[in-house]
Protein backbone atom coordinates (compact mmCIF):
# COMPACT_ATOMS: atom_id res chain seq x y z
CA UNK A 1 0.00 0.00 0.00
CA UNK A 2 1.40 3.22 -0.84
CA UNK A 3 0.46 6.63 0.48
CA UNK A 4 0.45 10.00 -0.71
CA UNK A 5 3.14 12.24 1.20
CA UNK A 6 2.47 15.28 2.77
CA UNK A 7 2.02 18.48 0.81
CA UNK A 8 5.35 20.73 1.50
CA UNK A 9 4.39 23.68 3.36
CA UNK A 10 5.71 27.24 4.42
CA UNK A 11 6.82 27.23 8.15
CA UNK A 12 4.94 29.07 10.95
CA UNK A 13 1.28 28.98 11.81
CA UNK A 14 -1.66 28.19 8.97
CA UNK A 15 -3.14 31.32 10.18
CA UNK A 16 -0.15 33.57 10.32
CA UNK A 17 -0.05 35.32 6.82
CA UNK A 18 -3.95 36.15 8.09
CA UNK A 19 -3.08 37.75 10.54
CA UNK A 20 -0.62 39.80 9.49
CA UNK A 21 -3.13 41.30 7.10
CA UNK A 22 -5.48 41.66 9.54
CA UNK A 23 -3.04 43.77 11.94
CA UNK A 24 -1.65 45.60 8.94
CA UNK A 25 -5.07 46.63 7.89
CA UNK A 26 -5.97 47.99 11.73
CA UNK A 27 -2.93 48.91 13.46
CA UNK A 28 -0.34 51.75 13.23
CA UNK A 29 2.90 51.05 11.60
CA UNK A 30 4.77 52.76 15.00
CA UNK A 31 2.68 49.70 16.89
CA UNK A 32 2.68 46.92 14.57
CA UNK A 33 6.24 46.97 13.32
CA UNK A 34 7.81 46.34 16.91
CA UNK A 35 5.37 43.54 16.94
CA UNK A 36 6.80 42.06 13.97
CA UNK A 37 9.94 42.41 15.52
CA UNK A 38 8.85 40.31 18.10
CA UNK A 39 7.75 38.08 16.17
CA UNK A 40 10.67 37.61 14.53
CA UNK A 41 12.31 36.69 17.45
CA UNK A 42 9.84 33.84 18.05
CA UNK A 43 10.12 32.77 14.25
CA UNK A 44 14.47 32.38 14.94
CA UNK A 45 13.53 30.66 18.51
CA UNK A 46 11.14 28.15 16.61
CA UNK A 47 12.61 27.47 13.62
CA UNK A 48 15.94 26.05 14.42
CA UNK A 49 17.04 24.41 10.83
CA UNK A 50 16.20 28.05 8.98
CA UNK A 51 18.48 29.49 11.28
CA UNK A 52 21.12 27.30 11.05
CA UNK A 53 21.23 27.76 7.14
CA UNK A 54 20.57 31.35 7.38
CA UNK A 55 24.14 31.40 9.56
CA UNK A 56 25.98 28.94 7.05
CA UNK A 57 24.93 31.29 4.46
CA UNK A 58 26.69 34.72 6.67
CA UNK A 59 29.15 32.75 7.98
CA UNK A 60 30.22 32.22 4.05
CA UNK A 61 29.07 35.30 2.65
CA UNK A 62 31.09 37.48 5.68
CA UNK A 63 33.93 35.21 6.21
CA UNK A 64 33.22 35.23 9.73
CA UNK A 65 30.99 33.99 12.69
CA UNK A 66 27.71 35.88 12.49
CA UNK A 67 25.98 36.93 15.49
CA UNK A 68 22.67 36.22 16.48
CA UNK A 69 21.94 39.63 15.76
CA UNK A 70 23.07 39.65 12.20
CA UNK A 71 21.30 36.31 12.01
CA UNK A 72 17.61 37.92 13.61
CA UNK A 73 18.14 41.12 10.65
CA UNK A 74 18.41 38.20 7.80
CA UNK A 75 15.16 36.84 9.04
CA UNK A 76 13.68 40.45 9.54
CA UNK A 77 14.73 41.18 6.36
CA UNK A 78 12.35 38.54 4.93
CA UNK A 79 9.62 39.23 7.35
CA UNK A 80 9.48 42.80 5.94
CA UNK A 81 9.76 41.41 2.23
CA UNK A 82 6.85 38.92 2.60
CA UNK A 83 5.33 41.84 4.87
CA UNK A 84 5.63 43.99 1.14
CA UNK A 85 4.40 41.21 -0.50
CA UNK A 86 1.11 40.92 1.23
CA UNK A 87 0.80 45.09 1.30
CA UNK A 88 0.72 44.96 -2.53
CA UNK A 89 -1.63 41.79 -2.64
CA UNK A 90 -4.11 44.28 -0.74
CA UNK A 91 -3.34 46.76 -3.28
CA UNK A 92 -0.46 49.20 -2.34
CA UNK A 93 1.15 50.87 -5.19
CA UNK A 94 4.58 49.21 -6.30
CA UNK A 95 6.51 49.18 -9.41
CA UNK A 96 8.98 47.37 -10.52
CA UNK A 97 11.10 49.17 -13.54
CA UNK A 98 14.53 47.83 -15.11
CA UNK A 99 17.71 49.39 -14.52
CA UNK A 100 19.70 51.52 -17.24
CA UNK A 101 21.84 48.42 -18.04
CA UNK A 102 18.76 46.05 -18.39
CA UNK A 103 19.46 46.06 -22.17
CA UNK A 104 18.42 42.39 -22.58
CA UNK A 105 15.26 42.34 -20.64
CA UNK A 106 14.14 45.78 -22.33
CA UNK A 107 14.48 44.51 -25.69
CA UNK A 108 11.91 41.64 -24.50
CA UNK A 109 9.22 43.81 -23.53
CA UNK A 110 9.79 46.04 -26.66
CA UNK A 111 8.97 43.22 -28.88
CA UNK A 112 6.26 40.65 -28.51
CA UNK A 113 8.56 37.84 -28.36
CA UNK A 114 8.08 34.98 -25.33
CA UNK A 115 11.06 34.11 -23.01
CA UNK A 116 12.15 32.02 -19.91
CA UNK A 117 12.77 34.63 -17.23
CA UNK A 118 15.16 32.88 -14.95
CA UNK A 119 15.42 34.38 -11.55
CA UNK A 120 16.73 33.66 -7.90
CA UNK A 121 15.16 34.15 -4.03
CA UNK A 122 16.83 37.30 -3.73
CA UNK A 123 15.59 41.08 -2.63
CA UNK A 124 12.46 41.52 -4.06
CA UNK A 125 12.62 39.52 -7.30
CA UNK A 126 9.57 37.32 -6.02
CA UNK A 127 7.56 40.24 -6.44
CA UNK A 128 8.87 41.68 -9.50
CA UNK A 129 7.38 38.36 -11.14
CA UNK A 130 4.12 39.46 -10.19
CA UNK A 131 4.05 43.14 -11.49
CA UNK A 132 5.15 42.42 -14.83
CA UNK A 133 2.72 41.25 -16.52
CA UNK A 134 0.17 44.31 -15.36
CA UNK A 135 2.67 46.79 -16.16
CA UNK A 136 3.87 45.51 -19.44
CA UNK A 137 0.94 43.51 -20.42
CA UNK A 138 2.73 40.55 -21.20
CA UNK A 139 1.39 36.91 -20.25
CA UNK A 140 3.41 35.37 -17.63
CA UNK A 141 3.64 32.07 -16.58
CA UNK A 142 5.82 31.26 -13.21
CA UNK A 143 7.13 28.43 -12.59
CA UNK A 144 6.56 27.38 -8.78
CA UNK A 145 6.77 24.82 -6.17
CA UNK A 146 2.77 24.69 -5.35
CA UNK A 147 3.22 24.55 -1.40
CA UNK A 148 0.47 24.51 1.85
CA UNK A 149 0.57 27.60 4.01
CA UNK A 150 1.07 30.41 1.31
CA UNK A 151 -1.59 32.70 1.63
CA UNK A 152 0.81 35.56 0.10
CA UNK A 153 1.34 33.33 -3.06
CA UNK A 154 -2.16 32.93 -3.71
CA UNK A 155 -3.73 36.62 -3.23
CA UNK A 156 -0.95 37.97 -5.28
CA UNK A 157 -2.03 35.56 -7.79
CA UNK A 158 -5.90 36.57 -7.52
CA UNK A 159 -5.22 39.99 -7.54
CA UNK A 160 -3.06 39.67 -10.76
CA UNK A 161 -4.79 36.70 -12.15
CA UNK A 162 -5.57 38.45 -15.73
CA UNK A 163 -1.92 38.28 -16.97
CA UNK A 164 -0.27 35.51 -14.59
CA UNK A 165 -0.77 31.64 -14.45
CA UNK A 166 0.69 28.96 -12.47
CA UNK A 167 2.77 26.03 -13.58
CA UNK A 168 2.94 23.64 -10.67
CA UNK A 169 6.81 21.83 -10.55
CA UNK A 170 5.44 19.16 -8.17
CA UNK A 171 2.98 18.04 -10.80
CA UNK A 172 5.79 16.13 -12.69
CA UNK A 173 2.44 14.54 -14.84
CA UNK A 174 1.55 17.90 -16.26
CA UNK A 175 4.55 19.69 -16.46
CA UNK A 176 5.79 18.93 -19.73
CA UNK A 177 2.33 19.46 -20.96
CA UNK A 178 1.44 23.10 -19.40
CA UNK A 179 5.20 24.25 -20.32
CA UNK A 180 4.51 23.39 -23.96
CA UNK A 181 0.39 25.10 -23.69
CA UNK A 182 2.43 28.21 -22.34
CA UNK A 183 4.53 28.99 -24.81
CA UNK A 184 1.75 28.18 -27.80
CA UNK A 185 -0.06 30.88 -26.03
CA UNK A 186 2.56 33.33 -26.28
CA UNK A 187 3.28 33.19 -22.49
CA UNK A 188 6.74 34.04 -20.76
CA UNK A 189 7.73 31.80 -18.49
CA UNK A 190 9.46 32.43 -15.22
CA UNK A 191 11.74 30.18 -13.59
CA UNK A 192 13.81 30.21 -9.98
CA UNK A 193 17.81 29.16 -10.56
CA UNK A 194 18.85 28.81 -7.64
CA UNK A 195 16.95 25.79 -5.90
CA UNK A 196 18.08 22.57 -6.51
CA UNK A 197 14.47 20.86 -6.52
CA UNK A 198 12.55 19.83 -9.34
CA UNK A 199 15.70 20.43 -11.54
CA UNK A 200 16.54 17.92 -14.05
CA UNK A 201 19.93 19.60 -15.15
CA UNK A 202 22.20 20.73 -12.36
CA UNK A 203 25.91 22.27 -13.34
CA UNK A 204 28.61 23.92 -11.14
CA UNK A 205 29.63 27.23 -11.00
CA UNK A 206 31.91 29.41 -8.82
CA UNK A 207 29.57 31.35 -5.82
CA UNK A 208 30.57 32.49 -3.23
CA UNK A 209 34.03 30.82 -2.88
CA UNK A 210 33.39 27.34 -4.37
CA UNK A 211 31.97 25.64 -7.40
CA UNK A 212 28.59 25.07 -5.97
CA UNK A 213 25.67 23.31 -7.77
CA UNK A 214 22.80 25.22 -9.80
CA UNK A 215 20.29 24.51 -11.72
CA UNK A 216 20.42 24.57 -15.51
CA UNK A 217 17.58 22.80 -16.78
CA UNK A 218 15.96 26.77 -18.24
CA UNK A 219 18.70 26.68 -20.75
CA UNK A 220 18.13 22.81 -22.16
CA UNK A 221 14.08 24.22 -22.46
CA UNK A 222 15.74 27.39 -24.15
CA UNK A 223 17.24 24.92 -26.83
CA UNK A 224 14.44 22.57 -26.70
CA UNK A 225 11.55 25.31 -27.44
CA UNK A 226 13.91 27.88 -29.66
CA UNK A 227 13.66 30.78 -27.06
CA UNK A 228 15.89 33.13 -25.31
CA UNK A 229 16.41 33.34 -21.71
CA UNK A 230 17.34 36.66 -19.58
CA UNK A 231 18.66 36.01 -16.40
CA UNK A 232 17.06 38.73 -13.65
CA UNK A 233 16.94 40.09 -9.98
CA UNK A 234 14.52 42.69 -8.34
CA UNK A 235 15.88 44.70 -5.65
CA UNK A 236 14.67 47.01 -3.43
CA UNK A 237 14.88 50.93 -4.01
CA UNK A 238 12.82 54.22 -2.09
CA UNK A 239 9.40 52.47 -0.84
CA UNK A 240 7.50 51.55 -3.82
CA UNK A 241 10.07 51.03 -5.90
CA UNK A 242 12.23 48.13 -6.71
CA UNK A 243 14.92 48.25 -9.56
CA UNK A 244 15.20 44.80 -11.96
CA UNK A 245 18.71 44.20 -13.41
CA UNK A 246 19.09 41.79 -15.92
CA UNK A 247 21.96 39.74 -17.92
CA UNK A 248 21.79 40.16 -21.61
CA UNK A 249 19.82 37.91 -24.19
CA UNK A 250 20.83 34.60 -24.42
CA UNK A 251 19.42 33.03 -27.92
CA UNK A 252 20.19 29.66 -28.91
CA UNK A 253 21.55 29.63 -32.54
CA UNK A 254 22.18 27.21 -35.18
CA UNK A 255 26.14 26.06 -33.58
CA UNK A 256 24.88 22.40 -32.37
CA UNK A 257 24.16 21.77 -28.67
CA UNK A 258 27.71 21.47 -27.13
CA UNK A 259 28.33 24.97 -28.74
CA UNK A 260 25.10 26.39 -27.36
CA UNK A 261 25.54 25.08 -23.77
CA UNK A 262 28.93 26.40 -23.64
CA UNK A 263 27.58 29.75 -24.47
CA UNK A 264 24.93 29.40 -21.85
CA UNK A 265 27.36 28.72 -19.36
CA UNK A 266 29.24 31.80 -19.49
CA UNK A 267 25.99 33.19 -19.78
CA UNK A 268 25.07 32.18 -16.41
CA UNK A 269 28.37 32.37 -14.69
CA UNK A 270 28.13 36.37 -15.75
CA UNK A 271 24.90 36.76 -14.38
CA UNK A 272 25.91 34.46 -11.10
CA UNK A 273 29.02 36.77 -10.76
CA UNK A 274 27.16 39.48 -10.53
CA UNK A 275 24.55 38.29 -8.39
CA UNK A 276 27.20 37.68 -6.15
CA UNK A 277 28.63 40.99 -6.34
CA UNK A 278 24.74 42.24 -5.21
CA UNK A 279 24.97 39.94 -1.55
CA UNK A 280 28.34 41.33 -1.19
CA UNK A 281 27.09 44.65 -0.72
CA UNK A 282 23.34 43.90 0.51
CA UNK A 283 23.65 40.34 2.35
CA UNK A 284 20.76 40.35 3.90
CA UNK A 285 19.10 39.82 0.69
CA UNK A 286 19.68 36.41 0.04
CA UNK A 287 15.99 34.72 0.97
CA UNK A 288 16.88 30.79 0.98
CA UNK A 289 16.73 29.26 4.73
CA UNK A 290 17.64 25.93 3.24
CA UNK A 291 21.07 24.59 2.66
CA UNK A 292 23.15 26.56 0.82
CA UNK A 293 23.80 25.01 -2.59
CA UNK A 294 26.58 22.68 -2.36
CA UNK A 295 29.99 22.98 -3.50
CA UNK A 296 31.56 20.02 -5.56
CA UNK A 297 34.77 19.55 -5.90
Known amino acids: MTTTPPTARNPGPSWGYRF ?34 SRTYLRVITGREPSVAEVFRHFFAFEEFLMLRLRVARGLPHRGDLSVEAKGFRLLLDSSEPALLGTFHVGHSDLTGFLLGQQEKRRVFMVRQRVGNSHDTEVLGARFAQWLSFIWVNEPENLLFALKDAIAAGGSMAMKCDRLEFSAKNEAFDFLGAKRLFPFTIYHLALIFRLPVVLCVGLPAEPGHSIVHSSPLFRPDDAGKAANLARARAHFQEFLTRLEGFLREQPLLWFNFIPLNPPVS
Open 20 to 53: LCASDAVLPEFIFRPLRWIGTWIALANMPAQRGH
